[in-house]
C-alpha cells in the first residue's frame, strides 16, 4: 500500500540528504506538492544506511544536496571548501574582479561575485567587447535560461575565435559557465586576462582542490584533484610569444652581457645629458623614472613632473610611472611594448630588456 505522507522527511527518521530522491523505486518527491510518497520504508533504511556507510568524503557533507543529486555513473566536480578560504585564491578572485570592474566602469557594471554576475553572459558580452574592441549581435538583455545560453555560446564561440589560434586550452562551456562553475569561470577570466595583456598581475602558482563525486552502483564515489589555475607570469604572459629575447635567454645567456652593454651604452648617451647614469638595466628602470625621462630626451620635450612619481615610494606609483611611459612611447609612433608595468616594476629582466630594446630599434642613430 502506498502512502503519502505531507510531513517533513525528518519525521522518517532519517538525513534528509539529497542522493535519496533518484532513486525512484523508494521515493518520489513531487515538485507539484510538498508530499512525500513512501513506497518501502524498510527499503528507504537499508539505502539510508548504505549511503552513510558508502565512501564519500566527510567534507561532501558539508556540500549543497545539489551537487549530490547524481544518476547511475554520472559524475560531478565541485571546490574542495578549503580551497576557497586559501589565501592565493581568495586574491586571484580579487584581482580578476577588480579587473572586470576597473574595464567596465564606463558601462556601470559592478560585479561583486563571480558566479552570480558572470554566468548569464551579459558581463562576458560586455568584457569582451571593451577588450576587442568589437560589436557582438546579441541581445543586450536575456531573462529566459535558453536566452541566457544561446547569449552565451555567441560570446564565447567569439572567444574561441581569439584564443584558439594560440593554442589555449579551452577548459569551460556553455553549460559549465551557465551552471555557475566558479572553476570554469575562472579559467576563462584567466584566460582572457592573458591574452589581452591585462594592466595586472594574477597571483602565481594558484590551484584549487576539486571533489570528484560520482555516483557507482547506487552509492556515491569521491576522490580528489588538483586543478590549476595559474602558472608563473614568465609562462602565462610570455607563453605565445616567444621572441629573440626568448632565445637569448634559453640558449644563449653567453651574448646576453653584449645585449645588456649595448642597451646601457645606449640609454646613458642621453640620461648623461640629466647627469644620470645607468649601470644596472633591471633596477634602475623599475621605479619608471627613467623611462619617462628617456622618453623626454629622446623626443625632445620636457614631460610635467606632475604626470608621474619623481620620487615613488609604493608599487602602485611604480606601476603608474611605467605605465604612462608606456603612454608616451605609443604616443611617439612605437609597438605597444610586450611586457607589462607590473612586470618592469618586479624586476624582471627580459621585460625590461623588451623595453629598451623597442627604443634602440627606433632611436639608436639618434645623437
Not at 236 to 251: I, K, S, Y
Not at 279 to 303: I, K, N, P, R, S
Request: charged share 25%.
Amino acid at each position: 500500500m502506498v502512502a503519502s505522507l505531507p510531513v517533513s522527511i525528518y519525521a522518517l527518521g532519517v538525513c534528509p540528504v539529497s542522493w535519496l530522491s533518484p532513486l525512484p523505486h523508494l521515493v518520489c518527491i513531487s515538485n507539484a506538492s510538498a508530499s512525500l510518497t513512501l513506497f518501502s520504508m524498510s527499503d528507504l533504511q537499508e539505502e539510508g544506511k548504505n549511503a552513510i556507510n558508502s565512501p564519500m568524503s566527510p567534507a561532501l557533507m558539508n556540500l549543497h544536496p545539489e551537487d549530490t543529486l547524481l544518476e547511475e555513473n554520472e559524475e560531478r566536480t565541485m571546490i574542495n571548501p578549503t580551497s576557497k578560504d586559501d589565501p592565493k585564491f581568495k586574491e586571484l578572485v580579487k584581482v580578476l574582479i577588480d579587473w572586470i570592474n576597473d574595464v567596465l566602469v564606463e558601462d556601470r557594471i559592478i560585479v561583486k561575485q563571480l558566479e552570480e554576475d558572470v554566468y548569464d553572459g551579459q558581463v562576458l558580452q560586455k568584457l569582451l567587447e571593451k577588450l576587442a574592441d568589437c560589436k557582438l549581435n546579441v541581445a543586450e538583455v536575456t531573462q529566459s535560461e535558453i536566452g541566457q545560453k544561446q547569449k552565451l555560446q555567441t560570446v564565447l564561440e567569439a572567444v574561441h575565435d581569439l584564443l584558439r589560434p594560440h593554442g589555449w586550452a579551452l577548459q569551460w562551456t556553455v553549460d559549465s559557465i551557465h551552471g555557475k562553475n566558479l572553476v570554469a569561470i575562472l579559467h576563462l577570466l584567466v584566460s582572457l586576462a592573458t591574452h589581452f595583456r591585462a594592466p595586472i598581475r594574477l597571483p602565481e602558482h594558484v590551484s584549487v582542490q576539486m571533489v570528484v563525486v560520482r555516483k557507482r552502483e547506487g552509492l556515491l564515489h569521491s576522490s580528489h584533484v588538483t586543478e590549476e589555475l595559474t602558472t608563473t607570469t614568465e609562462m602565462m604572459m610570455g607563453r605565445f610569444e616567444r621572441d629573440a629575447f626568448d632565445t637569448l635567454f634559453d640558449h644563449a645567456p653567453d651574448k646576453l652581457s653584449l645585449v645588456k652593454k649595448s642597451l646601457i651604452t645606449f640609454v646613458n648617451k642621453h640620461l648623461n645629458k640629466l647627469n644620470l647614469e645607468v649601470t644596472e638595466l633591471e633596477t634602475q628602470f623599475a621605479d619608471g623614472v627613467y623611462l619617462v625621462l628617456l622618453m623626454g630626451l629622446l623626443d625632445d620635450y620636457f614631460v610635467p613632473l606632475h604626470n608621474f612619481y619623481l620620487t615613488p615610494d609604493s608599487f602602485d606609483q611604480k606601476v603608474h610611472n611605467v605605465s604612462f611611459a608606456f603612454e608616451l612611447m605609443l604616443d611617439a609612433g612605437l609597438m605597444k611594448p610586450k611586457a607589462r608595468p607590473e612586470d618592469v616594476v618586479t624586476l624582471d629582466l627580459k621585460s625590461t630588456l623588451r623595453v629598451l630594446y623597442n627604443l634602440f630599434t627606433k632611436y639608436k642613430n639618434m645623437e
